[in-house]
Antibody, heavy 121, light 111 residues
């Protein structure tokens, strides 16, 4: 059974960089699927952040593009998110997810449990 | 403001059917058959219920069905059960540079 698990600090100071890692178990991250990050501010809706393929191809939400980096480590079966210059508006539950077999498919069929990241001094 | 428009709330009694709409444009919902629906219970991760407009992942009850007409996609839940009470989100691939857009979410209340 495929499982995804987010890890990283739950508290980040304003202007610093948020870093999260998603560890995939139960299947290879090179299995042909896209992998991505989605976030949800408290009490609000879902926002897509970024997506990556095992080959390294990346796709970003234009509204976050200047601050976001998504990367993948196939040797560790992990992919990661870095979000720089964070503000209180970046406080959210961050989810990692498996995103489908091709870019257009956009079906997140497996999700991590989510991790709350709070931006505060 | 979300790119896809959903009603903020819908409600129904056990056993009834309800439909949640998701309205976009010809650049997303209307132009492609890549609409997904997610169910989210409080404090839990979203769960994929429908993909590619009409397809159900393995394990999802056949009480859930999806459809599309023009720029509006719909999720129908038949034989409403108490456990269906949750937030529901639609999403779609978009030709715009955002790649994927979400609806603002609909809170389903089972009366």
């Amino acid at each position: 059974q495929l499982q995804l698990q987010e890890s990283g600090p739950g508290l980040v100071k304003p202007s610093e960089t948020l870093s999260l890692t998603c560890t995939v178990s139960g299947d290879s991250i090179r299995s042909g699927y896209y992998w991505g990050w989605i976030r949800q501010p408290p009490g609000k809706g879902l926002e897509w952040i970024a997506m990556i393929y095992y080959s390294g191809s990346t796709y970003y939400n234009p509204s976050l593009r200047s601050r976001v980096t998504i990367s993948i480590d196939t040797s560790k079966n992990q992919f990661s998110l870095r979000l720089s210059s964070v503000t209180a508006a970046d406080t959210a539950v961050y989810y990692c997810a498996r995103n489908g077999l091709f870019v257009e498919q956009q079906m997140a069929d497996y999700w991590g449990q989510g991790t709350l990241v709070t931006v505060s001094s | 403001q979300s790119a896809l428009t959903q009603p903020a709330s819908v409600s129904g009694s056990p056993g009834q059917s309800i439909t949640i709409s998701c309205t976009g444009t010809s650049s997303d919902v209307g132009g492609y058959n890549y609409v997904s629906w997610y169910q989210q219970h409080p404090g839990k991760a979203p769960k994929l219920m429908i993909y590619e407009v009409t397809n159900r992942p393995s394990g999802v009850s056949n009480r859930f069905s999806g459809s599309k007409s023009g720029n509006t996609a719909s999720l129908t839940i038949s034989g409403l059960q108490a456990e269906d009470e949750a937030d529901y989100y639609c999403s779609s691939y978009t030709i715009a540079n955002t790649l994927v857009v979400f609806g603002g979410g609909t809170k389903l209340t089972v009366l």
